[in-house]
């Protein structure tokens, strides 16, 4: 199939694409008898109109797109009436099972304090419900819900987790990292075909955004080796993008981990299918701004508790540590020597000094990826450099979380989060993507905003709208270790494109045409 009479939408140059059984043969100048051809069978005329590679979402999560779908939204929720009324309704319109609601967001509300279990218990005290926070964070849980889990007020806290509790020390339902992980991992567990059709969904709505490839960045949430079976059984069901999957590291290495014979197998099965592949290991070394968990420098504008990561002699820090910095060294040497590639998440700038102590133990830093990296200093930056490891952004969070990201770190330190020009004038290899269903995922929100930040946000720290674009595409690429396969089209590589009407660089939104 030869392709003519398109514009590259990097650079509006007029080229031709020929292709052949998926892939580029080549990509070139059009020439003057191109146009006079069109009509030959086997050459389709693209119009004048833009043609850019498809996008890759090199950090979301795909399962958990698909299964949100399903489950009670409060995104749009600004108060606590609107979200006890929006639970109020779903309880009486699907009285069965767990009430699950996502992107419950206490920042929005006008003194930016949680809810408790008191408060849903007023709803209903003998069905669990759950409201998981925004950020996949935090979780605010009524008495049933704690009850299912066995937690009460004499549970204590989980490594890497918290319990939050009131003036009498008991549990009041807000639970924190490892503590929301332990509850919501008891609710119900979906069947292996249940997660098939819903990371089909998932597949179907970011394909629908212009997305050929994301990756799942934390496989076996639920059960590793269940999951696995649903994303070969997406794949053979024909789900519309390629996916890239990273496990958590307790699936592959802790006391859970699966025996190494059955990863093998399943790993084979999952890499016959081409589409889908495991690439990592994911782990977490803290957690959230919007839920004040992040482990940063100072303390969040929130927080009445002391800084808990340092002694008082030291430098003060607040948030919390997934890993004493101990375990978190062991951790990534694990997997770097077990050949895996490690992806770690790290938002605050205490807990990014401490991952970076972790990947200079490794004698190959630059296979592994930094996730988020919101707040960076310029030592930070340079350090990065060095160490040259990949670093992942998500820009979309400054369109969504603002409300979140001020209230907790204030104007002028929440001004500076995501600094995509210093890194990327660094020389650091730095990909764009989304973290959906954290945000809507549109890769375009991320362009424009990384590309014109928004009011409050540093604009010096802009990149151009072919940068961020890039970040989507062959930077995303490189991330996923996919290079050679795709983000660039160049001859060899997948022919995933997609097409505009009007100039992706300068149009002010450009609509994508459904994806070839």
Request: one cysteine or more; charged letters at 25%; aromatic letters at 6%.
């Amino acid at each position: 199939m030869r392709y003519v009479n398109f514009k590259w939408g990097l650079t509006g140059e007029h080229q031709c694409m020929e292709v052949e059984n998926g892939r580029v043969v080549s990509r070139t100048p059009l020439q003057s008898y191109e146009l006079e051809s069109a009509s030959r069978s086997g050459v389709v005329d693209l119009g004048g109109r833009f043609l850019l590679p498809s996008f890759i979402d090199a950090h979301c999560h795909i399962l958990p797109t698909g299964l949100d779908l399903k489950r009670l939204y409060l995104g749009n929720a600004t108060s606590r009436d609107e979200v006890l009324q929006l639970v109020r309704e779903n309880h009486v319109d699907k009285p069965d099972g767990w009430l699950q609601a996502v992107h419950y967001n206490q920042t929005k509300f006008e003194d930016g304090e949680h809810l408790t279990r008191h408060d849903l218990d007023k709803i209903s005290s003998t069905r669990p419900i759950l409201l998981e926070h925004v950020n996949g964070h935090a979780t605010v849980a009524n008495s049933a819900a704690l009850a299912a889990a066995g937690v009460t007020d004499a549970t204590t806290d989980p490594a890497g987790g918290h319990y939050r509790r009131d003036a009498l020390g008991h549990i009041d339902g807000v639970l924190l990292e490892r503590a929301h992980e332990y509850v919501t991992g008891c609710a119900p567990k979906p069947s292996v075909n249940e997660m098939a059709e819903a990371i089909v969904a998932a597949g179907e709505k970011m394909a629908e955004l212009g997305i050929s490839c994301a990756s799942d960045m934390m496989t076996g949430y639920c059960d590793l080796e269940r999951e696995l079976m649903a994303y070969a059984r997406a794949a053979e069901m024909g789900c519309q993008i390629h996916m890239r999957l990273y496990l958590q590291y307790g699936c592959v290495f802790g006391r859970r981990a699966m025996p190494s014979e059955r990863l093998k197998d399943l790993f084979d099965e999952l890499h016959s299918l081409k589409t889908v592949r495991v690439d990592g290991i994911k782990i977490f070394a803290d957690g959230g701004i919007s839920s004040a968990t992040a482990a940063i420098y100072g303390k969040f504008l929130t927080t009445e508790r002391p800084h808990s990561n340092a002694p008082l002699d030291e430098i003060e820090t607040d948030g919390q540590l997934i890993y004493k910095p101990e375990k978190l060294n062991t951790m990534v040497r694990t997997v770097h020597e077990s050949g895996y590639k490690v992806s770690i998440h790290s938002i605050g700038d205490y807990s990014t000094d401490l991952v970076m102590d972790a990947l200079a133990l490794t004698d190959m830093p630059s296979r592994h990826r930094i996730e988020h990296a919101m707040l960076l200093s310029d030592a930070q930056i340079e350090r990065m450099k060095k160490l040259d490891c990949y670093c992942t952004f998500q820009p979309e969070f400054l369109l969504r979380l603002g409300t979140a990201y001020r209230r907790q770190l204030g104007e002028t330190r929440s001004s500076k989060l995501i600094r995509s020009r210093s890194v990327i004038d660094a020389g650091i290899r730095l990909s764009f993507n989304s973290d959906r269903p954290i945000v809507a995922g549109d890769p375009w929100d991320g362009i424009l905003t990384a590309s014109d930040r928004p009011c409050g946000y540093d604009p010096m720290e802009n990149c151009t709208r072919q940068e961020a674009i890039m970040a989507y595409t062959v930077e995303a690429a490189d991330v996923n270790g996919d290079k050679t396969e795709m983000g660039s089209l160049l001859p060899c590589m997948l022919a995933h494109f997609q097409l505009y009407d009007s100039d992706p660089i300068t149009t002010a939104r450009p609509i994508p045409i459904p994806m070839k």
